[in-house]
């Protein structure tokens, strides 16, 4: 072959693999603006190392209605704003129910209704829910993206080591009325909590401290959490249990260190203990680790429990889901004081 016919035949090469690498860059730059599949970085981010982000969430467009835990409400306030600003097409409206209060339960029967695209969970599905979802011709399915605790609040001038769950058990049955039968003062207990159907956190504290027991007359039920650590607060034998990232911070209550056995009492906060008087400039941090590792007696995760029916509520839940288990995704939950699942 000639010396020309060989630079005309490397010409054509070099032509066909430039068009084709302009065919294929102009397929890439379409499907990343027109099919949602996007990843999680923002306009102005440089790329990550390759492994920091592994996730690709394929985001449909419209107006998507959650709802659920109250816990989940500090996550709500971290993610959603995030979400908004990279994806504004894909956009989300919490709900509260028609009657009663809101919580993990009530999410998960709006769910069911067809009220919801897909609810916040701070518990496990339930066995009567599954079935309620097959009579109905629907799968649900629960996808974990935090790790939470329980907490035990009481009252800042309290002298208390802390307690077993056993005694915590023991409180909340009226089994144990005086704080002085805990190694504490003289004093008599007030113990607080919110009633059975208003939330996750609750249903929880009943299957796994109550143990099938039933809550003692003794106990107090107040609708909220904040009016709760209000009480608290000023009532110097009282008690009260909720998710950690809403105890562990507060200026007005001490967490109480919890264990299985009296010799292994593990704070739900970040040692050493910041005096409340230097809040709120300087506030308690969650004990993360003694989360993960399980040593800390009292933890759970949280849930985003998706309708597997295979149109765009499915495909909104586990969108939501799945970013919240990217690195940015954990890391707001960390913000909002939760704990990395990943």
Known sequence: MSPKNETNETGVLVL?????????????????????????????????SQ???????????????????????????????????????????YTNPTTGAPGSGTGIKMLLENQLSFSQSSRSLKDDEF????????????????IDGIA??????????????AQL?????????NWKQVNGPNL????????????????????????GEKFGSNVKFIPTTTQALREVAKNPGGIYYSSAPEIVGQCSVKPLPLGRKPDQLIPPYKQPFVPLQNCPQQRNQINAVAFQTGEYPITRRLF??????GQSDQLA??????????????????????????
Request: no cysteine; glycine share 8%; proline share 6%.
């Open 188 to 211: 008599p207990i007030t113990a607080y909590s919110r009633r059975l159907e208003e939330g996750g956190t609750i249903e929880f504290f009943d299957e796994n401290i109550m143990a």
């Open 304 to 309: 985003i429990i998706i309708k597997q029916n």
């Open 16 to 48: 066909t693999l430039v068009v084709t690498l302009g065919l294929v860059g102009s397929v890439f730059w379409w499907l990343a603006n027109n099919s949602g599949v996007i990843d999680n970085l923002t306009p102005n981010q440089s790329r990550p």
């Open 131 to 146: 079935q309620k979802a097959q009579q109905r011709g629907l799968t649900l399915k629960e996808i974990p993206v935090a």
């Open 51 to 93: 492994d920091t982000y592994t996730h690709k969430i394929d985001l449909p467009s419209g107006l998507f209605s959650y709802g659920g835990s109250t816990t989940w409400a500090p996550i709500r306030k971290e993610v959603e704003p995030a979400m908004q600003q990279l994806w504004p097409k894909f956009q989300l409206r």
């Open 317 to 342: 839940g586990e969108a939501y889901a799945n970013w919240l288990l990217t690195n940015q995704g954990q890391e707001l939950i960390a913000k909002a004081g939760f704990v990395r699942l990943r």
């Open 169 to 177: 058990k023991d409180i909340y049955i009226g089994k144990i009325t």
């Open 152 to 165: 035990i609040a009481v009252h800042p001038n309290l002298q208390i080591p802390g307690l077993t769950l």
